[in-house]
Structures are given as C-alpha cells and as structure tokens.
C-alpha cells in the first residue's frame, strides 16, 4: 500500500474530509489531495508526525524506508542532500523494478546504498565545507 493510499483508507476510517483533516494538521485540502494520490509526500518529519496523530495511527504505518532516508538527507544536508536522495531513491527504485533479487536483499542493497550516500556526503562536508555555506540552509 503506498503512502497515499494509507492516508486516504485511515482518512476515510475516521470520517474526515480532505479539508477537515488539512485543518487538523495546518495545510490546505489541495496538499492533502497530492498527498493521497502520492504527487509527493511531506516534506518534514513533524508534518508526519502531525499527520499520524490527526489519521490516529503510528508515524512508522506512514513512513517508508525510503521516505525516512529523504528525510534524513533533508535535516541533516538541507534541500541539497534531499534532492540528491530523492533522486538515488528514484534511480534505485527504477533499477529494482525488474530484477531478479529477493525483497530482502533488495532492502539490504538499498540500505548499503543509502550508508554509502551518507558517508559521501560526510566526505564532501569534511573535505569541500564551502559548499554547504549558506547553500543548504
């Protein structure tokens, strides 16, 4: 089920309209729209958080393994680094979406993919800092 999907099901569950539950969280019914038919998800984790407690489930029903590594990439590298793994999320996504691996071992590959990401960044903050002044925000 994808993250559209549970917030509409858990939306209707509790007999909320688009515009109720946006007023519940403090974003308009058009947000909430794009969030159901999965234009693109929150892009913070406290717009997560308030979205599971308006829905009355847990924040993990919502977030997926890839929404919780663009997240991360976001607050710790600004826009850059969510864009930049938003990018690697959709790259990887593509090069799965024939292949012959068990969904474990894909979930081990992305998640050493993802490691390998952070470290590079690690790497580019350490060793090039002027490019994360002011950039990132």
């Not at 549970?6 to 688009?18: D, M």
């Not at 038919?37 to 829905?55: G, M, N, S, V, W």
């Not at 850059?80 to 691996?101: I, N, V, Y």
């Amino acid at each position: 089920m994808t993250f559209g999907e549970k917030v509409k099901k858990a939306r209707k569950e509790l007999g909320l309209t688009q515009t109720q539950l946006g007023e519940k969280i403090g974003v308009s019914r058009r947000t909430i729209t794009s969030y159901e038919a999965d234009a693109f998800p929150p892009r913070t984790r406290e717009l997560y958080c308030k979205l599971a407690k308006a829905l009355d489930v847990n924040v993990n029903y919502l977030l997926t393994q890839e929404n919780e590594f663009i997240l991360g990439a976001g607050e710790q590298y600004g826009y850059r680094g969510r864009k930049g793994a938003q990018a690697l999320a959709g790259e990887l996504t593509g090069l799965f979406s024939g292949g012959d691996l068990a969904e474990e071992d894909m979930d081990e590959l992305m998640l050493a993919i993802q490691k390998a990401y952070v470290i590079a960044k690690e790497n580019n903050r350490k060793y090039a800092p002027e490019k994360y002044k002011k950039k990132d925000g």
